[in-house]
């Protein structure tokens, strides 16, 4: 069996293509795909964003306004989990938290670079396998401050759609 994919569709930017790994994160992936049939993520932001680390979406309209979801137990070895071996590599997705190992909930990192530090501490779950020059886009944007918030892009990029990819 074929491990799902997801597009997602940056305003003004283009779309990615995702390959999500249920092997290694099954219910964060059950989690997302629910959220992504959901239209879930339709109009949010990428609201962080630091070149040479990660972008971060999900929790964000593009006025600030947060959107939450329900949160999920942390599939990584320091919470107990310990099928989940994917290295925090360029291109790949993984689950934002707290400092609560299971506060995961929607929002969603992209690796622009190698970041090992975060192994075994953030629950991995795919990884770019189209449109990876767009993560590099999204990344040289220019950033500011918003309220607590650090590394917000100072023009919003938005998230218009995550959608299956059907084959």
């Given at each position: 069996?074929?491990?799902?994919?997801?597009?997602?569709?940056?305003?003004?930017?283009?779309?990615?293509?995702?390959?999500?790994?249920?092997?290694?994160?099954?219910a964060?992936?059950?989690?997302?795909?629910?959220?992504?049939?959901?239209?879930?993520f339709?109009?949010?932001?990428f609201?962080?964003?630091i070149?040479?680390?990660?972008?971060?979406?999900?929790?964000?309209d593009?006025?600030?306004?947060?959107?939450n979801?329900?949160?999920?137990?942390?599939?990584?070895a320091?919470?107990?989990?310990?099928?989940?071996?994917?290295?925090?590599?360029?291109?790949?997705?993984?689950?934002?938290?707290?400092?609560?190992?299971?506060?995961?909930?929607?929002?969603?990192?992209?690796?622009?670079?190698?970041?090992?530090?975060?192994?075994?501490?953030?629950?991995?779950?795919?990884?770019?396998?189209?449109?990876?020059?767009?993560?590099?886009r999204?990344?040289?944007?220019?950033?500011?401050?918003?309220?607590?918030?650090?590394d917000?892009?100072?023009?919003?990029?938005?998230?218009?759609?995550?959608?299956?990819?059907?084959?």
């Amino acid at each position: 069996m074929n491990n799902p994919k997801i597009q997602i569709q940056v305003r003004d930017y283009g779309t990615m293509v995702a390959e999500l790994y249920p092997e290694k994160a099954p219910a964060t992936v059950r989690n997302f795909l629910k959220l992504v049939d959901e239209n879930f993520f339709a109009g949010l932001i990428f609201h962080r964003v630091i070149k040479g680390f990660m972008i971060q979406g999900g929790g964000f309209d593009e006025h600030f306004s947060q959107k939450n979801a329900a949160a999920i137990p942390g599939e990584f070895a320091a919470n107990g989990f310990l099928a989940n071996d994917l290295h925090h590599a360029r291109g790949v997705l993984s689950m934002a938290r707290t400092n609560d190992p299971n506060s995961a909930s929607s929002q969603f990192f992209i690796m622009h670079a190698d970041a090992g530090y975060l192994d075994r501490q953030y629950a991995a779950f795919g990884k770019i396998v189209a449109g990876l020059e767009i993560v590099d886009r999204i990344a040289d944007v220019k950033t500011g401050r918003v309220g607590w918030y650090d590394d917000v892009p100072k023009t919003p990029v938005v998230i218009e759609s995550i959608t299956r990819v059907t084959e």
